[in-house]
């Protein structure tokens, strides 16, 4: 099974700020990573698909990069509603798995 | 707009059985990969299992192969996951998703809890 592992595991960020979400799979993946937001007590909502192609309806402060083994997300401009949980998941062979997640909290 | 609304949860005891449903709307249901995933309290995202668009091929993570199978009917919309054998690590929330690049939508979760 592919290991998917990111970092760090929480950081606290102010309003304003941008923050880099690291993700790391156990194997090359191509471009098959996707990455989720979640607030709690609710469900994970798609971000993210392909590395980089944006959801639809998900504003352009977010971004993706990568390939292979090596992925980021990148939040521009923090605003209060994006304090959440994120995680990456690969979906370059089964069984798909996720990474760990990141807590971003505020400063 | 895309709905998934999934149904069926509820505690069971150890060894005991029980369905998920996951009705759908808004897309077209028969041309789409559809997975359940869980996440026990307090805790990550754990994709359990997935089906192809026609049902014809179905993928599990290996702590539950052999006792969770996925399935669905296309001609209800719905998908379904029987879970026999539970076990108390099996407690979660059990969402459906669907997708072929990644979960691009997810319904609101069902609560399974497994204990005597």
């Known amino acids: 099974d592919i290991q998917m592992t990111q970092s760090p595991s929480s950081l606290s960020a102010s309003v304003g700020d941008t923050v880099t979400i690291t993700c790391r799979a156990s194997q090359g993946i191509s471009n098959y990573l996707a990455w989720f937001q979640q607030k709690p007590g609710t469900a994970p909502t798609s971000l993210i698909y392909a590395t980089s192609s944006l959801q639809s309806g998900v504003p352009s402060k977010f971004s993706g990069s990568g390939s292979g083994t090596d992925f980021t997300l990148t939040i521009s401009s923090l605003q209060p509603e994006d304090f959440a949980t994120y995680y990456c998941?690969?979906?370059?062979?089964?069984?798909?798995?996720f990474g760990q997640g990141t807590k971003v909290e505020i400063k | 707009q895309v709905q998934l609304v999934e149904s069926g949860g509820g505690v069971v005891q150890p060894g005991r059985s029980l369905r998920l449903s996951c009705a759908a709307s808004g897309f077209t249901f028969n041309s789409q990969g559809m997975h359940w995933v869980r996440q026990a309290p307090g805790k990550g995202l754990e994709w359990v299992t997935g089906?192809?668009?026609?049902?014809?091929?179905?993928y599990y993570v290996d702590s539950v192969k052999g006792r969770f199978t996925i399935s669905r009917d296309n001609s209800k919309n719905t998908l379904y996951l029987q879970m026999n054998s539970l076990r108390a690590e099996d407690t979660a929330v059990y969402y459906c998703?669907?997708?072929?690049?990644?979960?691009?939508?997810w319904g609101q979760g069902t609560l399974v809890t497994v204990s005597s």
């Open positions: 998941q690969q979906y370059n062979s089964y069984p798909w798995t």
């Open positions: 089906i192809w668009y026609d049902g014809s091929k179905e």
């Open positions: 998703a669907k997708g072929e690049e990644g979960l691009d939508s």
